[in-house]
């Protein structure tokens, strides 16, 4: 038995995505068990592993921790990635929550039914461009800092980064006007542990296939 | 200008609520500005007071907050409502995500379209009596504190008892498998804050009805 993190999750982004760019940006390494069937959940919740039935569930410091906002904030706490005091954190979270409100809608993009697809994309990315982008580009700009908050990394520069680099994937000219946000991109693509975790053969994961929706709803549904 | 926290929402319970109650069960005063018209959320928006030009707004030690989960933090934080260490921290977290998610489905309620309301009302009644009161009941067992976390009330006990309150107006009997629950309802009704809050006349806010129904789709219509 590990001592690493234990992350359990089907083979894919989803809700665990962003828990593996925050340990792997923190440089801490984890291990991964896939689920891959229905039967797989049935298990785990049978054992009483799952305290609501759901997934995310990470196996950390003795906890079966689940809800990936809980899983979030203890690891930005644990590995100091979430300011310096409570003003700090006000500003972090507000900015990670407007992100996770972005991202969710970026996630859920793949799983639309057909005849949704089309006017889901055109909110998505007028969401992103219109409500979530200008606020970043505007607070990098009023301070000039490297950082979002408190001129030094947090989990806010982690999540803002993976949702750029997912909206791009989705619209690859979505930052063309935001020059702020894609020199913040370059810059925080290079700190050290990150850059690890862009190259092929880390644990981050690629984006969900449309072949893969319905295993996934499978596993889930 | 008064130091209070001011909080600006609809004149009803929405995403605004569990602020309410945290605030109130923290014991501290609060001012209301209640958006009536969809002239006066398009003001606020245009004015740069709302960061993602959403509500809830909470203006609180000189800052303009928004987004529910970022403002409950930091009244928990601020209040010592959020335990003593990381990992008190991480029950409560997962404790109120939990309630979060049963809480969504009772706000999301008012406005399901009519043939979905009884499958919508069914799946807030099986998830509170098979997924979300067992974990809390089997909780307040195990350690047999008047408290969910750490023998002290946090913000997971103020948002246990507001989720047990919305249910059972919704199913009045939904507490019958649960003693520990029903103890725990009591007991949390009496501490003397959430007692007052829970007087007429106090800032916490009636079910949503028709009226509130129209007002949001007429004021968020996008």
Not at chain 2, 9 to 38: C, D, H, K, Q, S
């Amino acid at each position: 038995m590990s001592g690493k993190a234990k992350l359990h999750y089907f083979n894919g982004r989803g809700r665990m995505e962003t828990i593996r760019w925050l340990l792997a940006a923190a440089g801490v390494e984890f291990e991964e068990c896939f689920l891959e069937t229905k039967d797989d959940l049935k298990k785990l919740r049978k054992e009483g592993s799952l305290l609501f039935q759901q997934l995310p569930m990470v196996e950390i410091d003795g906890m079966k921790m689940v809800q990936t906002r809980a899983i979030l904030n203890y690891i930005a706490m644990k590995y100091n990635l979430y300011g310096k005091d409570l003003k700090e954190r006000a500003l972090i979270d507000m900015y990670v929550e407007g992100i996770i409100d972005l991202n969710e809608l970026l996630m859920v993009y793949v799983f639309q039914p057909a005849d949704k697809k089309e006017q889901h994309f055109a909110n998505m990315v007028d969401k992103a461009t219109n409500r979530y982008f200008p606020v970043y580009e505007k607070v990098l700009k009023d301070h000039g800092q490297d950082f979002l908050v408190g001129n030094q990394f947090s989990r806010a520069d982690v999540q803002l980064l993976e949702t750029l680099l997912m909206a791009e994937e989705c619209k690859p000219d979505i930052l063309a006007k935001f020059p702020l946000l894609q020199s913040f991109k370059a810059r925080i693509s290079n700190i050290p542990t990150i850059k690890k975790f862009l190259q092929p053969g880390s644990q981050r994961k690629p984006p969900t296939d449309e072949k893969d929706v319905p295993k996934v709803m499978n596993i889930f549904y | 200008m008064s130091g209070k926290p001011r909080l600006t929402y609809l004149n009803g319970r929405g995403r605004m609520e569990p602020i309410r109650w945290l605030l109130g069960a923290a014991g501290v005063e609060f001012e209301e500005t209640f958006l009536e018209t969809r002239e006066e959320y398009e003001k606020l928006i245009k004015g740069g007071s709302l960061l993602f030009q959403q509500v809830p707004l909470v203006e609180i030690d000189g800052m303009k907050m928004v987004q529910t989960r970022a403002i409950l933090s930091y009244i928990a934080g601020k209040y010592n409502l959020y335990g003593k260490d990381l990992k008190e921290r991480a029950l409560i977290d997962m404790y109120v995500e939990g309630i979060t998610d049963l809480m969504q489905m009772i706000m999301m309620f008012p406005f399901s379209p009519p043939e979905e309301k009884e499958k919508n009302f069914n799946s807030i009644k099986e998830k509170a009596t098979n997924r979300y009161f067992p974990v809390f009941e089997k909780v307040l067992k195990q350690h047999g504190q008047d408290f969910l976390v750490g023998n002290k009330c946090s913000w997971a006990d103020v948002q246990l008892i507001e989720a047990i309150l919305a249910v059972e107006e919704k199913i009045p009997a939904v507490l019958l498998g649960f003693p520990q629950l029903q103890a725990f309802k009591i007991r949390m009704s009496n501490m003397p804050t959430i007692k007052k809050f829970l007087q007429p006349g106090s800032p916490r806010k009636p079910p949503p009805d028709d009226h509130y129904v129209e007002t949001v789709l007429k004021i968020f219509k996008n």
